[in-house]
């Protein structure tokens, strides 16, 4: 069950009455340009089911309404992204260990990569199998490879911190960037 949760008036509707999410966007609910937030009901601790009783202890969790993602949630969006690329990754470093020990093999690879999109890695695949028997057994070298790189090589938490960090000093660049351009302030002191 989800809850509606209003910060400016602070009140809570129970679900039964609540849009779904995709009327969510385009009703009247986001035309007053207040922020609501959609998160299960077992978040709010000490909330009864009655529309009357609002807790006055601290949100346990909450979740942003995402809109314009269609049937993906933004995390699987980035997971595709992220499959396209470890695709690549997985691409490259087939042709490097090609081209030392098998330079018949690492020609056929690169003729296919230049006449065929890396940028959907499912379907760039799926034609590398289909083209040949010795195609076939490069796309089985590539999915092993990218299967691998992700398991074994990819550093997760790294990804996670450089995300963090850039995201915050993008902001940061960008809102100083705006103030002096804003308050006419002069830097030759």
Request: hydrophobic share 40%; charged share 25%.
């Amino acid at each position: 069950m989800a809850l509606l949760l209003n910060f400016t008036e602070t009140w809570i509707a129970a679900a039964g009455n609540l849009p779904s999410c995709n009327q969510l966007a385009s009703s009247k609910w986001f035309t007053d340009n207040k922020i609501y937030y959609l998160a299960p009901q077992n978040c709010y601790r000490g909330m009864y089911k009655s529309k009357r009783f609002i807790s006055s202890q601290p949100l346990r969790c909450q979740k942003m309404y995402v809109p314009g993602f269609g049937e993906a949630s933004p995390e699987a969006k980035a997971a595709m992204n992220l499959q396209n690329f470890f695709n690549y990754v997985a691409v490259r470093i087939v042709l490097a260990q090609l081209e030392s020990y098998n330079p018949e093999a690492y020609e056929e690879l690169m003729e296919f990569v230049n006449s065929h999109s890396l940028n959907d890695s499912e379907e760039f695949c799926k034609q590398l199998m289909r083209e040949s028997p010795s195609h076939k057994k490069l796309a089985l070298r590539i999915l092993e490879v990218r299967s691998a790189y992700t398991k074994r090589d990819f550093e997760w938490e790294n990804l996670e911190k450089l995300s963090f960090k850039m995201v915050d000093e993008a902001n940061t660049r960008l809102m100083r960037d705006y103030v002096l351009e804003t308050s006419h302030i002069d830097d030759a002191k």
